[in-house]
Structure formats: C-alpha cells, structure tokens
C-alpha cells in the first residue's frame, strides 16, 4: 500500500521522528514523509513512534492508498526530495 505520513511533535522529538520514518519511507517535505510499505511494516514503524510521542502535544496522521495505481500527485514549484540531500 501506499502511505503519507504527516507529524507535528515537540522540537526536541522531531529529529528522532524523521530518523525513524526515514527507514521506512521516503521523506518529501519537512514534515511529510511517502512510500510503499506493507501493512506488516507500517504496523512496526508506528509502534516504534508511539513509543517516541507525547500524546497531549504531539500528532501523526497516516494517509492510506490500497491500490498505488489510484495516486495523481500534482507538484507547484520545485520538486523536493529531502534525501537526495545526504546522498
């Protein structure tokens, strides 16, 4: 399946949280991670993360695409792809 995950956490969790999301999917925007995983893996990511949040301050929302073939993706601006960047 294909996901999009988008957090808002304390500062001081953000690096851990995109460190984490960074071995599963592929970070687009800051914030904004996407990617074709399976339910198994997608299942132990956020399990790992849960681990990592504030539940009164902190949020993921995971966006879930059954069929890939079922995405448009329209980009205004310049493409970005955070990690192209540590390459």
Request: hydrophobic fraction near 40%; aromatic fraction near 10%; charged fraction near 35%.
């Amino acid at each position: 399946m294909f996901v999009v995950v988008t957090y808002d956490v304390g500062e001081k969790r953000v690096n851990r949280v995109r460190k984490k999301l960074k071995m599963y999917l592929t970070w687009t925007q800051n914030s904004v991670f996407e990617g074709e995983i399976t339910e198994a893996k997608l299942k132990k990511c956020l399990a790992e993360l849960d681990a990592m949040l504030i539940k009164c301050e902190d949020s993921l929302y995971i966006y879930r695409v059954k069929n890939s073939n079922n995405i448009k993706k329209d980009i205004l601006g310049e493409l970005k792809n955070y990690d192209d960047l540590f390459v």
